[in-house]
T-cell receptor, first 117, second 116 residues
């Protein structure tokens, strides 16, 4: 089973606060991702990383930042929370593909449900 | 343009019956992978099944099978002998490129409700 952990599970915070959502995995995966998902809706890619000191922007990256200083850790920071950030944030990891393989599935954490008041 | 299209926002199926969830995709890359995930109301994402673009046979995993029609660019999920625990959101996703090193793109999902 996948070992990927997200904290906190739930967070209620006021507008304008700076918040960091934590994500850690113990599988040694090089690739890590952050997705945003409103309830019952599609997942939108925010940021991803292919390894230490590597970060890339997804479709919804403009209001957040990430860092990848250690393989196992991939935190997401919102500098100034807004009510529009209210959503579920899902962290995932996967192995690198090799030899033309596309078949590495994403292993997801349980998510952080963020409410900004 | 949407890379993954799931046209069924919601589906109902009787317990013990089979159900097909539709997924079409759009890519010009000859190498790609297709994934299905299940998301129960608790929110976690559970990987179900994978189909590679060069795979000759349809993928199967227990009660899940993938009806892969490459020419039509469709990758429908078939769940046989539905159970009440199958009630969930189901997402189709695609990864393009031969290296396997691009992010997954997800469809909008289909909500499946299994009726006793």
């Amino acid at each position: 089973e996948a070992d990927i952990y997200q904290t906190p599970r739930y967070l209620v915070i006021g507008t304008g606060k700076k918040i960091t959502l934590e994500c850690s995995q113990t599988m040694g995966h090089d690739k890590m991702y952050w997705y945003q998902q409103d309830p019952g809706m599609e997942l939108h890619l925010i940021h991803y990383s292919y390894g230490v000191n590597s970060t890339e922007k997804g479709d919804l990256s403009s209001e957040s930042t990430v860092s990848r200083i250690r393989t196992e850790h991939f935190p997401l920071t919102l500098e100034s929370a807004r009510p529009s950030h209210t959503s579920q944030y899902l962290c995932a990891s996967s192995e690198f593909g090799s030899g033309g393989e596309n078949n590495s599935p994403l292993h997801f954490g349980n998510g952080t449900r963020l409410t900004v008041t | 343009a949407q890379k993954i299209t799931q046209t069924q926002p919601g589906m109902f199926v009787q317990e013990k019956e089979a159900v097909t969830l539709d997924c079409t995709y759009d890519t010009s890359d000859p190498s790609y992978g297709l994934f299905w995930y299940k998301q129960p109301s608790s929110g976690e994402m559970i990987f179900l099944i994978y189909q590679g673009s060069y795979d000759q046979q349809n993928a199967t995993e227990g009660r899940y099978s993938l009806n892969f029609q490459k020419a039509r660019k469709s990758a429908n999920l078939v769940i046989s002998a539905s159970q009440l625990g199958d009630s969930a959101m189901y997402f189709c996703a695609m990864r393009e490129g031969g290296s396997g090193n691009t992010p997954l793109v997800f469809g909008k999902g289909t909500r499946l409700s299994v009726i006793a």
